[in-house]
């Protein structure tokens, strides 16, 4: 990727919707427009699809941004924005396309505009692949907060993929992160609150989700308490969610989606592996959430540091695509205790 002229080139060819959606935001912010050549090329169905369609309308919206390219399977997008405009918002991301990756798309560019705005997402709340709606309750929303980021959900109604549309309410105070955000050490393990969600299934489902996550953490001397959710919604569907607190204190989130066919003992077995797996590995924040954490961190004059678990795709993206808006910005080191992220504090 490189810098050269007004416009900022980005090769789109790896990292796939991602490195769009983080390029959208950070050109949004700074009022940088890019060129983004062989989007997606790497993936089975390359080019820009109907989901990342959603996401470039509603990113132009809030900054009156100019968009060639925006069609379907097309391999090269350019982006040229004018000014971030705060204000009360509404977007509709359909059934098969994930309200939270729309929703996440216009709040972190929002959230640094000087002023307030609202968000109202209709969509599915829950698709494979991607962030479910209990996720930015419990990790998303609460790791902004650490940049003093002003963000609230209003609501939540789950939509399931991918026949039902859920909605995401959210409120933004604008003005960015006012301090520095840091969790370089995760301390002593205090215990794991488990959730366990379904929408139009039989109740029994959601109790055994929640009696294997009890049985398997509670024999490894894992403390956990939890609760059962269920929700009258259109399209059946099934979450466990996994909240780990820590003495420091930090949380990390880990949430598996039921699958078609998929018993709910298998279910809560995925979201019980990723939470051992990260309490044997190292690292301060979850895989996840340590990507996401990148674009605040960036944005932020008051700088921080994490240590993220390893390298994944989605960082190595989002690292190409912020240090072409943000040059010199971020660090990232490999240590013996995982992949330490910092930056310094800076003049705005």
């Given at each position: 990727?490189t810098?050269?002229?007004?416009l900022?080139?980005?090769?789109?060819?790896?990292?796939g919707?991602?490195?769009?959606?983080?390029a959208?935001?950070?050109a949004a912010?700074?009022g940088?427009?890019f060129?983004?050549?062989?989007?997606?090329a790497?993936?089975?169905?390359?080019?820009v699809q109907?989901?990342h369609?959603?996401?470039v309308?509603?990113?132009a919206?809030i900054?009156?941004?100019?968009?060639?390219g925006?069609d379907?399977?097309a391999?090269?997008?350019?982006?040229?924005?004018t000014?971030?405009?705060?204000?009360?918002?509404?977007?509709?991301?359909g059934t098969?396309?994930s309200?939270?990756?729309?929703m996440?798309?216009?709040?972190?560019?929002?959230?640094f505009?000087?002023?307030?705005s609202?968000?109202?997402i209709?969509?599915?709340t829950?698709v494979p692949?991607?962030?479910?709606?209990?996720f930015i309750?419990?990790?998303?929303?609460?790791a902004?907060?650490?940049?003093?980021?002003?963000i609230?959900?209003?609501?939540?109604?789950p939509?399931?993929?991918p026949?039902e549309?859920?909605?995401?309410?959210?409120?933004?105070?604008g003005?960015?992160?006012?301090?520095?955000?840091?969790q370089m050490?995760?301390?002593?393990?205090?215990?794991v609150?488990a959730?366990?969600?379904t929408?139009?299934?039989?109740?029994?489902v959601?109790?055994?989700?929640?009696?294997?996550?009890?049985?398997?953490l509670?024999?490894?001397?894992?403390a956990?308490?939890?609760g059962?959710e269920?929700?009258?919604?259109?399209?059946?569907?099934?979450?466990?969610?996994?909240r780990?607190?820590?003495?420091?204190p930090?949380?990390?989130?880990?949430?598996?989606?039921?699958?078609?066919?998929?018993r709910?003992?298998?279910?809560?077995g995925?979201a019980?592996?990723e939470l051992?797996?990260?309490?044997?590995?190292?690292?301060?924040?979850e895989?996840r959430t340590?990507d996401?954490?990148?674009?605040?961190?960036a944005a932020?004059?008051?700088?921080?540091a994490?240590?993220?678990?390893?390298?994944?795709?989605h960082?190595?993206a989002?690292?190409?695509?912020l240090?072409?808006?943000?040059?010199?910005?971020?660090?990232?080191?490999?240590?013996?205790?995982?992949?330490?992220?910092?930056?310094?504090?800076?003049?705005a």
């Amino acid at each position: 990727m490189t810098g050269n002229g007004r416009l900022l080139r980005l090769d789109g060819s790896r990292g796939g919707g991602h490195a769009l959606r983080v390029a959208l935001g950070a050109a949004a912010v700074t009022g940088r427009g890019f060129v983004m050549r062989d989007v997606r090329a790497a993936r089975d169905r390359p080019g820009v699809q109907s989901q990342h369609q959603i996401v470039v309308q509603a990113v132009a919206e809030i900054c009156g941004a100019r968009v060639e390219g925006n069609d379907l399977h097309a391999s090269e997008v350019r982006f040229e924005p004018t000014a971030l405009a705060p204000g009360d918002y509404s977007f509709d991301a359909g059934t098969i396309s994930s309200a939270v990756l729309l929703m996440q798309s216009v709040a972190l560019p929002l959230v640094f505009a000087d002023g307030p705005s609202t968000i109202v997402i209709d969509g599915a709340t829950h698709v494979p692949f991607a962030p479910v709606a209990s996720f930015i309750e419990d990790a998303w929303v609460p790791a902004l907060h650490r940049f003093g980021i002003d963000i609230a959900i209003r609501s939540i109604r789950p939509g399931f993929y991918p026949r039902e549309k859920g909605r995401i309410e959210i409120a933004l105070g604008g003005g960015g992160a006012t301090r520095r955000f840091e969790q370089m050490d995760r301390g002593e393990l205090t215990g794991v609150f488990a959730r366990s969600i379904t929408g139009a299934l039989p109740f029994h489902v959601v109790e055994r989700q929640l009696d294997r996550v009890v049985s398997e953490l509670s024999a490894r001397g894992v403390a956990v308490v939890g609760g059962t959710e269920t929700h009258l919604t259109e399209a059946p569907g099934t979450v466990v969610q996994l909240r780990a607190e820590f003495t420091e204190p930090t949380t990390a989130v880990f949430a598996a989606l039921g699958m078609k066919g998929e018993r709910a003992e298998e279910v809560a077995g995925r979201a019980v592996r990723e939470l051992i797996g990260f309490l044997d590995g190292t690292g301060t924040t979850e895989l996840r959430t340590s990507d996401q954490l990148l674009f605040p961190l960036a944005a932020s004059t008051h700088g921080g540091a994490y240590v993220a678990p390893r390298w994944s795709a989605h960082i190595r993206a989002a690292l190409d695509v912020l240090d072409l808006f943000f040059p010199d910005r971020l660090r990232i080191v490999q240590g013996p205790d995982g992949l330490r992220v910092s930056a310094d504090a800076c003049d705005a």
